[in-house]
């Protein structure tokens, strides 16, 4: 890294910070009476960990964990007990299971810590192989190992602070299923007390199953990954949905360069299609939202199309990358990420970065998610913040520059870092990867 100090506030942007931005507030634990699922004698420690989650928002009134998302988790919880278990989800290199409610209906994705690619249960034969026979060629270097489940929530409080809506709610839970991957000491101990455990209905407790902490998303219905979806809506959208996809993409870009996601290809953002689609035959529609005959179910057809950012486990680095990848992102060369920012979007954007209550709330708001890490240590994250606010910087000068999501990505990478004297230090990469396109 090239050392360039700022010690103005004009010379260093909007990152000018002192001793005192350095300090820990006291947080502020709020009640919850959802329980988080498991068996009987968890559920005393499992309704402090959910308790403990919503303490993470202690800054920003309604950012903890929505009143429908304790509502799902309650019904997984109910439909676990009833013998409805979570599935494993074939794709990807870790543990991943749908979560299913009473109807049987998918309502979440967990993901537990202990069954990502580097976990010890991880199912995936193919991932344990590489792990033991290929270790050194194994994992990102970039990013800390094992924090997967910690980098879905984080990814779910930025989208919340910026008010992107773009990652479906996640949360750090524990849950407790005789579906996920146990020791085959507690399996054998599971099948001898439950030895009727085919029999879905007469499964009412799992006690002798620990639970698992993990990630708790909500699923999303409708959508689809972006490369059919893109394809299949080319040249097929109304300007008002065009706009829509515009705005919508924007954000998505926005949230994957401030967390520096990894693993942003297209078959890990969603794409939610408009129920209603242009047909290329017909003439051009009018502007409906202009029409005051237009109804709300025609209205409603050309702004219902909509992005999810999913999979957000390979993000939150401690360095940006400078071995073998360059992790570009997928989005990068599509022709929507070379129309500029939208104005309105950007300001508002920019208002937030500029604000240090703000960035030293989202740090709080994240330092509270990490440290459900048991080798959580303050010298790490400061370095993913290290990293976190020189994206913020990069986005800040393009966004105030006109710039477009294209423009962002060829900026250099930067690390900006407190000093309690000095205000910034801001660290310019100048090592590249062997490869720039993978």
Avoid at 313 to 342: C, Q, S, V
Avoid at 390 to 402: C, S
Wanted: with cysteine.
């Amino acid at each position: 890294y090239q050392r360039r100090v700022h010690g103005t506030l004009s010379e260093c942007l909007f990152f000018f910070v002192d001793s005192c931005a350095l300090s820990l507030p006291t947080p502020r634990f709020a009640s919850m009476s959802v329980p988080l699922v498991g068996g009987t004698e968890h559920s005393q420690e499992s309704s402090r960990l959910l308790e403990n989650v919503s303490s993470a928002y202690a800054h920003t009134e309604g950012t903890g964990p929505s009143e429908r998302f304790c509502n799902i988790l309650q019904d997984v919880h109910e439909a676990i007990q009833k013998g409805i278990q979570p599935t494993l989800i074939t794709q990807g290199s870790s543990g991943s299971y749908f979560c299913r409610n009473l109807d049987g209906k998918i309502v979440a994705v967990f993901k537990p810590k202990n069954e990502e690619p580097y976990g010890d249960f991880n199912p995936k034969w193919g991932k344990w192989v590489q792990r033991t026979m290929c270790r050194c060629c194994f994992g990102r270097s970039c990013l800390l190992t094992n924090t997967g489940y910690l980098s879905e929530a984080a990814a779910s409080v930025v989208s919340k602070r910026l008010n992107l809506a773009i990652v479906p709610e996640t949360e750090v839970v524990r849950l407790c299923s005789p579906a996920f991957n146990y020791s085959y000491v507690r399996r054998q101990l599971h099948d001898k007390i439950h030895p009727t455990a085919a029999t879905p209905h007469v499964i009412t407790q799992v006690l002798d199953l620990p639970p698992k902490i993990g990630s708790f998303q909500l699923f999303v219905d409708g959508f689809e990954n972006a490369t059919t979806a893109l394809a299949s809506l080319n040249n097929k959208l109304t300007p008002q949905s065009q706009n829509r996809l515009q705005n919508q993409f924007q954000r998505l870009v926005v949230l994957d360069y401030v967390i520096r996601n990894t693993d942003r290809g297209y078959d890990n953002w969603l794409i939610r299609k408009p129920t209603k689609l242009l047909d290329p035959a017909s003439p051009p529609p009018s502007d409906l939202s202009s029409n005051p005959s237009a109804t709300s179910t025609e209205m409603d057809a050309h702004q219902d199309i909509a992005i999810a950012g999913i999979d957000n486990g390979l993000a939150f680095p401690h360095k940006h990358p400078d071995n073998w990848r360059t992790y570009p992102f997928g989005w990068a060369d599509l022709p929507l990420a070379r129309i500029p920012f939208e104005p309105e979007f950007a300001q508002e954007i920019v208002k937030m970065l500029e604000s240090q209550s703000w960035r030293d709330a989202l740090e709080d708001d994240l330092r509270q998610v990490m440290k459900y890490d048991n080798r959580f240590n303050e010298y790490s994250f400061q370095r993913q913040m290290g990293v976190l606010r020189g994206q913020m910087y990069n986005l800040a000068q393009v966004m105030r520059e006109g710039g477009s999501p294209y423009d962002l990505v060829a900026r250099p990478p930067v690390v900006v870092e407190p000093h309690p004297e000095r205000g910034l230090f801001l660290y310019m990469l100048q090592s590249r990867p062997c490869f720039s396109s993978c």
